[in-house]
């Protein structure tokens, strides 16, 4: 019976188009980054359009007696918008992520032919 520690490590073959490791931390602090630049404009959008205040009509009809002015909550509605803003820009973050992440992967992969220069020519 073999232990742990008498086991050799089976070494995994890398695969040429794995992302680096950089390149991926960088994706993800992008796509939380996002995230919360969404959240804080959807929050933002609903603050600005949900007012807890009475409208004038409301203010006014109070002289009317056994009316009461109901005024709703804002609180719900900029929870939902900041939720909504956070998910549908770190989903748009995560979107261009991946393609960058595949893109450059794909650079890498193939090198440029023998012979090739980086140097442009000049135009005439």
């Keep these: 019976m073999t232990t742990p520690e008498d086991a050799t490590p089976v070494e995994v073959p890398f695969h040429p188009n794995v992302p680096q490791r950089r390149s991926v931390i960088v ?10 630049l969404g959240g804080t404009i959807g929050w933002g959008l ?16 109070t002289a009317v007696p056994g009316y009461e002015v109901h005024t709703p909550s804002c ?3 900029l929870l939902l918008g900041a939720l ?3 998910l549908v820009c770190a ?8 393609l960058v ?6 650079w890498r992969a193939h090198p440029p032919p023998p012979g090739y220069s980086q140097v442009t020519p000049r135009r005439s």
């Excluded at 992440?101 to 794909?106: M, P, V």
């Design 46 to 61: 609903v603050d600005a359009t949900c007012s807890e205040a009475p409208m004038q009509v409301q203010r006014l009809l």
């Design 27 to 36: 994706a993800f602090f992008g796509v939380i980054l996002a995230g919360c």
């Design 101 to 106: 992440l595949r893109a450059q992967n794909e």
């Design 84 to 86: 909504t803003g956070a």
């Design 75 to 77: 609180d719900v509605y």
């Design 91 to 98: 989903l748009g973050a995560a979107i261009v992520a991946v």
